[in-house]
């Protein structure tokens, strides 16, 4: 892929299962090998379904104003981002996560995440990178 390709798929991914929490599009753009290191907890793609599938349970939205930072090496097939997440929580508890992230691609999916979270304004969104059931 090149960039602009990269640019429209990671927004995509960010869209469709990140932000709406749609589990059935995993598979559109996370290879079955994926892994994801979240705040030093690794975790697999089945895993990682499951932390999709757990966040739905747990919240009412999620939400990027934009993306404070977006780079995209397109011959290491690598994109880092750095953004704020709002959280409203179904218990309407809210907050601000930030998050930096490197994503791996290869062969048109993301193969791998390595990613660190912060809890910006309410220390009980500290875990919510990671969380599962």
């Known amino acids: 892929m ?58 009412r939205s999620l939400s990027i104003d934009r993306f404070k930072d977006f780079i995209i090496d397109a011959t290491k097939g690598k994109v880092f981002l750095h953004y704020i997440v709002s959280v409203l929580k179904k218990d309407n508890s809210r907050g601000n996560v930030e998050v930096f992230a490197v994503f791996t691609l290869k062969d048109n999916k993301i193969t791998r995440c390595e990613e660190i979270t912060q809890a910006v304004d309410n220390k009980d969104l500290a875990t919510i990178g990671s969380i599962n059931e």
């Open 2 to 59: 090149n960039k602009l390709e990269i640019n429209d798929f990671i927004k995509a991914t960010y869209n469709d299962v990140l932000i709406d929490l749609n589990e059935q599009k995993i598979a559109t753009y996370f290879s079955e090998t994926y892994q994801q290191t979240t705040d030093m907890q690794t975790t697999n793609y089945q895993e990682f379904i499951s932390h999709i599938k757990t966040l739905k349970k747990v919240t």
